[in-house]
């Protein structure tokens, strides 16, 4: 990327409660939502891959209307994050993430669910590897999406991230780290 292409990322750390994760934007919105309690490398190795040459520049005030919202979230006050977000993707990625933020909030749907939304429903695998390719946690809600059998599957944040947000949505306690019951 040439300079002019190369954007500012700006970032700062979600320090709230039980929560610590790294967040980015660009100018144009919301890039990255990090893992829970992850260090700052997996933000920056990510900024490095998506962003070649951009510089890093820490400015929690620049990010604070993205810290708002998911203080509210993280809350239970808020169930959808509005703000404006800067995604990148291949045109296959970009159709699983805006499928994935029509999954309802409380509500879980199986990598299959989500090919047959799209309309491919034979491309399963490909489903799951756009989810894992998905920049920006909780905005784009990969966690609401389950194995066809109901059992918790990989997520970048964890399986403990991704089990903490379902509790947060349905209000509910997951008995056991593997399986949700419907």
């Known amino acids: 990327m040439s300079k002019e292409t190369s ?14 994760f790294y967040i980015a934007a660009t100018e144009k919105g919301l890039c990255y939502i990090g893992s829970q309690g992850k260090p700052f490398s ?4 990510w900024a490095e891959r998506r962003f070649p040459g951009s510089p890093l520049i820490e400015d929690e005030a620049r990010l604070q209307l993205y810290l708002a919202e998911l203080k509210e979230y993280l809350d239970g006050e808020r169930q959808d994050l ?5 995604l990148i993707g291949t045109p296959f990625q970009l159709e699983v993430w805006r499928a994935l933020r029509e999954i309802p909030y409380g509500s879980t749907w199986s990598y299959s669910d989500i090919a047959e939304h799209i309309g491919r429903p034979s491309a399963v695998r490909a489903v799951g590897t756009a989810i894992g390719a998905n920049p920006v946690l909780i905005t784009v809600p990969c966690h609401r999406v ?6 918790l599957t990989g997520f970048r944040g964890g399986l403990e991230m991704k089990k903490r947000l379902l509790e947060l949505e349905q209000g509910i306690a997951i008995a056991g780290e593997q399986r949700l019951q419907f």
């Open 7 to 20: 954007p500012v990322i700006y970032w700062t750390l979600l320090d709230y409660k039980e929560w610590h």
């Open 42 to 45: 997996e933000t920056s190795t």
């Open 82 to 86: 509005i703000s404006p977000a800067d």
């Open 146 to 151: 389950i194995g066809k059998n109901g059992s």
